[in-house]
């Protein structure tokens, strides 16, 4: 079902990327990310619409073990700064916890941030972008 607010836009061909890869079951998400993915609506309606659609995914825990990893995310990123960055580990806190809790299951990350390449260079998980960078 397409809210009003959501058909007045024009079609967006990763919303229905996203939708179909929903339908096959394809996607897992966690509370964190449906935090990080409600937090970008714009009004009443469109929260409404985005956590219909995010009750949909499988959740899975945010645990001790995520949790760790993403702490040892942070810690391996930091004794990795290169001198032209000593803030190299400065990722955001949700980022480090969406990604340890891919880890500690098995699952790549689908996203739209340059954090989680950076994630899964110490964490060795798969990542993906949604859509090429600076697309959106």
């Known amino acids: 079902m397409v809210h009003r607010a959501q ?3 024009p079609p967006d061909p990763l919303a229905a990327d996203f939708q179909a890869a ?5 996607l897992r998400g966690s509370t964190v990310v449906k935090l990080e ?5 714009r009004n ?3 929260f ?11 959740t899975l825990p945010v645990t001790v073990d995520a949790s760790r990893a993403a702490v040892g995310a942070l810690r ?6 290169p001198a032209s960055n000593p803030a190299y580990h400065r ?3 949700i980022d480090a916890l969406i990604a340890g809790t891919a880890w500690s299951r098995g699952f790549g990350v689908l996203h739209y941030d340059g954090h989680y390449e950076r994630l ?17």
């Open 22 to 26: 929903l339908e096959r079951g394809q």
């Open 91 to 93: 990722v955001k806190n």
């Open 44 to 46: 009443p309606q469109e």
């Open 120 to 136: 899964a260079s110490v964490l060795g998980f798969d990542e993906f972008w949604i859509a090429a960078p600076g697309a959106y």
């Open 37 to 41: 993915l409600l937090h970008n609506a």
């Open 48 to 58: 409404q619409a985005a956590e219909q659609e995010l009750d949909r995914l499988q």
């Open 76 to 81: 391996d990123l930091s004794s990795k700064a």
């Open 7 to 9: 058909a007045q836009r």
